[in-house]
């Protein structure tokens, strides 16, 4: 082991509990702001959400639209893959369901896109049957730029990173598209209670 | 808040044994030639390293415990001694 | 740059000096130290009895002459290792080190001036290795350190600035506060602005070579400045230093 320095303890570590945190994680009452680059600052007169792709006519919608759909208000515990993870967090926004009702796709999987050059993928079964939303309210406040607004994709169920900051739209896919993650050594799926944190995980 | 690529000397010359924040780099998108050190750095899931005219990817990096996978975009040239 | 071997060494408290209410400077004995060149910096390890481990990155604020190694920690309230760097810590203690780390922004006495040089806060360390390597290697290139404090109390290495401003090698120091002024006070009073920058800056057509060195927010404000005023972008070395955990 490496050298141990007389009367360092470090951070308070908690013990956790297992049934709510995933292995390898710790739980933080802050909220880090972690981005892949620059913060975009879409006003919602100038936002649009749309979904294409396998799909037989793209679909889209103002901020207006979007608020006007049937809106859901969940308390989630979400889990990044840096480690930290945050239990109880409430969240307002539209389920992809609602967003995906009526389409017809032979698509499997998803590609999120976003302002910014980020994207990543999930299969449609994990954005589907109540696992996702395009959220835009946290804490019962519009959601900060710095952590996503005026909307983020939000997939609790995998690593924070699927749950795509600057959400604009999804592409329905018949192949699997990595993302700009996926390509670059973090796991292709990301569920954080089979610690798929890695490429090689 | 960013940093720059001066904060990713300590990882670079862990994961390829020499000093690059004077190397040069070309950026693909703008053309734009300006050293690692000079270049903007973001940490989210891991860190990415952007062009400081443009504002394009240059570098990801993802640690784990084992390793640091390291993606490259551009044209980066590094003098080494040997 | 010579390839060196960037390994972990121990590194042993010989001194400690209090520079601020909020600071103190650690003086280190390091096995098998390579030497350094003025700007870099240095990775700090520590470890936990129960294995757990945490890092963080310093500026060396000594000189390259210096056989000793010197860190100069800011402790932050709530951090988790610069309370422990910079409270606990005595001498004889022992931590693990890694460096020296950089190279873009490093400067040699053989490579001259002119030079300006900007600090903000604690962006000030690896400005003070500069020039106390300039002192050392009997530099006299024109050089100007403008640096930016909180309050009076919160300026690093005050006496020796002074000191080193009154050499008559071709040094000046300008201090700004941005929280508030004794009275008396010789120095600025705000935010570093242009004029600031062309009162006591080389002029632009002198080219001089500019490190500027603080948080984020105040080394990108003062470079926006300096390419306004027609300094080439090329000319201006940035380090920016952010949260890092304490």
Known sequence: MAFVSR???????????ATR????????????????????????????????????????????????LPQETFTVDIHCVTKWSKLD?????VSIDTLLDGVDTEAEHIVAWCDGDYTTNVPLEDVTGGRAWLAHTF????????????????????????????VRGLTLTIEDQPGFWELAGYHNYGDPWREQRYWSD | MRLDGNALAGVLVEALGTEMTEAPRRCQSCGAVNPVGAHLLYQGAGWVLRCPACGDVALRVVSLSDQHVLTFAGEWRVETPR | ??????????????????ETPSARTLVLDVDGWPGHRAGQHADVRLTAEDGYQAERSYSIASAPEDPQVSLTIERIDDGEVSPYLAGELRDGDQFELRGPIGGHFTWRAQEGGPLLLVGGGSGLVPLMAMLRHRAAAGSDART??????RTEEDILYRAELDRLASEGDGLAVHHTLTRGTPEGWQGSDRRVDAEMLTEVGPPVADAPRIFVCGPT?????????????GHAPASIHAERFGPTGG
């Open chain 3, 144 to 149: 100007v350190l403008l640096v930016s404090s």
């Open chain 1, 89 to 93: 967090t409430t969240w307002t926004g």
């Open chain 3, 1 to 18: 740059m010579e390839r060196l071997r960037v390994d972990w060494r121990v590194a042993t408290v010989s001194g400690v000096v209090d």
């Open chain 1, 21 to 68: 945190v995933p292995p390898g994680q710790y739980v933080v009452n802050d909220f880090p702001v972690l981005s892949a680059g620059p913060t975009p600052r879409t006003d919602t007169a100038d936002w649009s959400f749309r979904i294409d792709g396998e799909i037989d006519e793209p679909l889209s919608w103002t901020w207006d639209e979007l608020m006007a």
């Open chain 1, 139 to 166: 804490a019962g406040e519009p959601l900060a730029a710095e952590h996503g607004g005026p909307a983020r994709l939000l997939v609790p169920h995998l690593y924070f990173w699927k749950s795509a900051k600057w």
């Open chain 3, 217 to 229: 927010p105040f080394v990108e404000a003062v470079a926006d400045l300096l390419v306004g005023m």
């Open chain 1, 7 to 17: 009367g360092f303890r470090g951070r308070q570590r908690r013990d956790v509990d």
